[in-house]
């Protein structure tokens, strides 16, 4: 059962989605796919969070921020049998968390850590709601009061994230912005955690594991669709963020594109 909510108003700028999920999975270690953004996660189920990523295993209690990612994690599918998530726009963490978002980088942060006890105190109280929506409707309160409190995200970072996002190099953005090239990294990865060129090619990765052309075996036109130089750089990025080859890329599901069960 998966119940997922959109914010409106002043958090619709910082959340794209916010998501509560029951189930379970008959696999043992499920891989997460980089997707260049930043989660905050809750466990209902056991009080833990847990991945792997960069051969460092990292172990927290059952609330954290997942921040920017830009390689595989190996996560442990139990975790997922009750989970809460919040999915953060570009930018969001500069008004949701006091650190920089580069400070998270590929890093599993509990969230005590980070809003002291409020943090510390939100598994508990969203146990004690009755239901997923009551769930969901006190994380998007808490939300909206941390970012009340918090700093304005730069707009030219979210035009930024935009247009990377799309494929425009990182010299044009900079120049459509009257920025720097300085400017632009420092920036960029205090508010989003990478910089703009690792964004841009995960994000790259992501229209290419989004694309559906030709039949299944078609890499070499999703490649070009994607906007890969040619077939062999995308090979590459695709064992850097993957860890395998396209062809024994298998998915838990078409619409679950970014967790591959191993």
Same mark, same amino acid.
């Given at each position: ?84 998530? @919040?999915? +953060?726009?570009? %930018?969001? $963490?500069? /008004? ?5 978002? *580069?400070?998270?980088?590929?890093? &599993? #942060? ?51 994230? @935009?247009? +990377?996002?799309? %494929?425009? $190099?990182? /010299? ?5 912005? *009257?920025?720097?090239?300085?400017? &632009? #990294? ?56 993957? %860890? ?19």
């Amino acid at each position: 059962m998966m119940l997922a909510h959109t914010p409106a108003g002043p958090l619709a700028s910082l959340v794209s989605s916010i998501g509560h999920a029951e189930g379970s999975h008959p696999h043992a270690r499920e891989l997460a796919l980089p997707t260049g953004g930043s989660q905050l996660l809750v466990n209902l189920d056991a009080d833990r969070l847990s991945s792997e990523s960069g051969g460092v295993r990292t172990v927290v209690s059952g609330a954290g921020l997942s921040g920017a990612t830009s390689r595989p994690a190996v996560i442990d599918p139990a975790e997922q049998r009750a989970v809460m998530w @919040v999915c +953060l726009r570009p %930018g969001a $963490a500069a /008004a949701l968390f006091d650190p920089p978002a *580069g400070e998270f980088r590929d890093a &599993l #942060v509990p969230l005590a850590e980070l809003w002291g006890s409020t943090g510390a105190a939100l598994r508990e109280r969203l146990l004690a709601e009755p239901t997923p929506a009551a769930r969901i409707e006190l994380l998007e309160r808490v939300l909206l009061g941390r970012a009340a409190r918090g700093r304005e995200p730069e707009p030219g970072v979210a035009r930024a994230a @935009v247009d +990377l996002h799309r %494929g425009v $190099a990182v /010299a044009t953005v900079a120049d459509r912005l *009257g920025w720097t090239d300085r400017r &632009l #990294v420092r920036s960029f990865t205090d508010q989003i955690g990478l910089p703009p060129k690792r964004f841009a090619r995960v994000r790259r990765f992501q229209r290419l594991l989004g694309l559906r052309c030709g039949d299944a075996s078609d890499w070499a036109g999703r490649a070009a669709e994607a906007g890969y130089y040619d077939q062999a750089h995308m090979i590459h990025d695709f064992r850097e963020f993957t %860890g395998m080859s396209p062809t024994s890329y298998a998915p838990r599901s078409p619409g679950e594109r970014n967790h591959v069960p191993l």
